[in-house]
């Protein structure tokens, strides 16, 4: 293996978190634009309305689950729910506009769809609090049992 790789396999776990918090960060952030009308409100300015469906809910999955993202708590379960928010918004709001999404200008649900349904098989990286509460399935488990098998990257 050369020195390049090795050093980049020893980063990719603070390259996961940081991905994992700008990710959480941005997702939050709609879901405060449409709650409390800041970063320029919804759809340009205002709120949704309290209950409506279903923007009002997106709202809120945005800002828990992209809180939960960024700070690394229950990371697998947040970004479940927030990747099918994502799909759902995609399939019922865009694609029945066109077929792709620069047509739909659903580009960015489906980034974050992807981007979520990334965190749920990586898990949150390093800088997460789930390995602070040595959570199920975190690094700090993985690391305690030591090197009874070591992991192989996907290569393709």
């Known amino acids: 293996m050369s020195t390049l790789t090795h050093r980049l396999d020893q980063a990719q776990p603070y390259a996961l978190g940081l991905f994992r918090i700008v990710i959480g960060l941005l997702f939050a952030c709609h879901g405060a634009a449409s709650l409390f009308g800041v970063l320029g ?19 809120v999955i945005q800002l828990v689950g992209g809180g939960l993202v960024l700070v690394g708590l229950g990371t697998r379960g947040a970004a479940l729910v927030s990747s099918g928010s994502m799909a759902y918004a995609y399939f019922w709001a865009h694609q029945p506009e066109a077929l792709f999404p620069l047509q739909n200008h659903g580009e960015t649900a489906a980034l974050f769809c992807w981007a979520f ?40």
């Open 41 to 59: 409100g919804a759809m340009g300015g205002g709120t949704v309305p309290a209950g409506t469906w279903p923007g009002w809910y997106a709202a």
């Open 117 to 156: 349904a990334l965190l749920i098989f990586t898990g949150p990286g390093a800088l997460a609090l789930d390995g602070l509460f040595g959570g199920k399935g975190s690094r700090a488990q993985e690391s305690e049992r030591g090197s009874e098998k070591q992991s192989t990257p996907v290569a393709a």
